[in-house]
């Protein structure tokens, strides 16, 4: 499984744009990029997936380079309740699917 | 479409005691997976299920740990003799199939072991 690196932690106000970037030199051609939010005492909540180039959602957008390198999760304006730990994960295509969660980043956003 | 179910939320107990926390996955999930996540770390894989069968318990500490999943819906993972280190939240995933990516989380059962 690929590994990933994140920054451990991230500060931000609110309605500022937070970019979170994270390195997989590793990646599987098979593999896809996934990204997960936890909030305190909850469990992780998938958030966007991406295999390459740019994928947008109502939550965030997800954009991957042509040499899938690395990925960049961008959050547009964000308020006081995206604060939460994200997670970047390489998922392969096939097999077993299960998720290998590295520590993550810790975003902080303040008023 | 009710999420994963999981009981108790918390619980204390001393070491060399015995535990056992319950899930029920989303209805229709065929897939569910135990994590164990300890404080300041992701989550970590303990036992993936694929309706009955175990697909993957190769993290699961066999001498203490043990999970089942019956029927193929809900799922009991326990722990005897629970030690120091198991403190930890426990958290139950559910996905539609094994073949699908994205996994739905429980709230997790925070375990302290004291």
């Known amino acids: 499984l690929a590994k990933t690196t994140q920054p451990i932690s991230m500060d931000s106000y609110e309605g500022q744009e937070v970019n979170i970037t994270c390195s997989h030199n590793?990646?599987?051609?098979?593999?896809?990029i996934t990204w997960y939010q936890q909030f305190p005492s909850q469990g992780p909540r998938f958030i966007i997936q991406?295999?390459?180039t740019k994928v947008t959602n109502e939550v965030a957008s997800l954009f991957i380079p042509a040499d899938r390198k690395s990925s960049t999760l961008s959050l547009p304006r964000v308020s006081l309740s995206d604060t939460a730990v994200y997670y970047c994960?390489?998922?392969?295509?096939?097999?077993?699917?299960?998720?290998?969660f590295g520590s993550g980043t810790r975003l902080q956003v303040q008023p | 479409e009710a999420g994963v179910a999981q009981s108790p939320r918390y619980k204390i107990i001393e070491k060399r005691q015995s535990v056992a926390f319950w899930c029920n996955p989303i209805?229709?999930?065929?897939?569910l997976y135990w994590y164990q996540q300890i404080l300041g770390q992701g989550p970590k894989l303990l036992i993936q299920?694929?309706?009955?069968?175990?697909?993957?318990d190769s993290q699961l500490p066999k001498d203490r740990f043990s999970a089942e999943r019956l029927k193929g819906v809900d799922s009991t993972l326990k722990i005897q003799p629970a030690k120091l280190e198991d403190s930890a939240v426990y958290l139950c995933?559910?996905?539609?199939?094994?073949?699908?990516?994205?996994?739905?989380f429980g709230p997790g059962t925070r375990l302290t072991v004291l």
């Open positions: 994960l390489v998922v392969p295509n096939t097999g077993r699917r299960a998720l290998t």
């Open positions: 299920f694929q309706n009955n069968g175990v697909v993957d």
């Open positions: 209805s229709g999930h065929a897939t």
């Open positions: 995933a559910s996905s539609r199939s094994i073949s699908t990516d994205t996994q739905y």
């Open positions: 590793n990646i599987a051609t098979n593999d896809y």
């Open positions: 991406g295999y390459k």
